[in-house]
């Protein structure tokens, strides 16, 4: 073995070292500050984001926000949190390539911990495959079709036209006429509406947008450090 072998060699091995021992590393600690207007909640900081050029508005202003009255109902759909409980409210759009890879990571911790749910909130700020793509995703949801229309859109580059969606509806067995109908059906201008309106109150100013339980996450964030603010919120009280 020559000289640049070997060297090849130790190099990679302290690589493989390196990325093996960063799951041992503990994580930083986490600085919050507050959030005005929204008692009990708290935000991370320090995140990038991702932000699209025309953001587009899904029938209402872009500064439209909810009462702070709403904001639990809405965000986290009125379900129980608590200590031993948590629920994380996801504001993602198909387009945002973080996003992604976030909710990804986002159903792992949920698939292992039978404490934690998620509530995906379509927010479609990057055009008219976002918008569409969100559209498509309501609409597949409300006949129980959310996870494969997911993991379909995904993994896709393709732009989620009309009859790209009448094709996926058609694969999946669903009804198709109620699919495209539910496309553009007035609930759903409605719950994309509330949804932006949710990531406007939050104070997100772009994809993705989490909030974990008590705690506001805009942008990027290591999923060591999502996993400790998970297991902070879990045994704190929550804001609703």
């Known amino acids: 073995m020559d000289h640049r072998r070997r060297v090849f060699l130790g190099a990679g091995g302290i690589a493989l070292l390196g990325a093996a021992a960063w799951r041992f590393w503990p994580a930083p600690e986490i600085a919050f500050e507050p959030v005005n207007d929204l008692d009990g909640f708290r935000r ?34 009125g379900r129980e949190q608590g200590p031993g409980r948590l629920v994380i409210a996801s504001f993602s759009d198909f387009f945002c390539p973080y996003c992604r890879e976030l909710e990804a ?68 067995a669903l009804d198709v006429a109620r699919f495209m109908d539910d496309l553009d059906a007035d609930a759903t201008q409605a719950q994309l509406a509330d949804s932006l309106a949710a990531f406007r109150t939050f104070g ?32 704190a009280d929550a804001p609703c």
């Not at 932000?51 to 702070?68: F, I, K, M, N, S």
């Not at 934690?116 to 495959?129: D, Q, R």
């Not at 100013?205 to 290591?222: E, F, K, R, S």
Request: with cysteine; aromatic share 6%.
């Open 44 to 77: 991370i900081a320090g995140q990038g984001i991702s932000l699209g050029g025309a953001v587009l508005t899904v029938g209402q202003e872009t500064d439209a926000r909810l009462p702070p009255s709403r904001i639990c109902e809405v965000a986290f759909e």
């Open 204 to 235: 997100f100013v772009g994809t993705p947008g989490l909030a974990v339980g008590g705690t506001l996450v805009n942008g990027v964030i290591a999923p060591r450090v999502l996993r400790q603010l998970v297991e902070m919120e879990i045994a």
């Open 105 to 172: 990571e986002l159903r792992r911790i949920a698939a292992a911990d039978a404490r934690v749910s998620i509530i995906t909130h379509e927010v479609p700020l990057l055009g008219f495959a976002s918008v569409m793509a969100a559209k498509g995703a309501i609409a597949a949801d409300r006949q129980g079709a959310y996870e494969p229309y997911y993991a379909r859109l995904i993994r896709t580059t393709f732009v989620p036209n009309r009859a790209y969606l009448e094709d996926f509806a058609r694969g999946e």
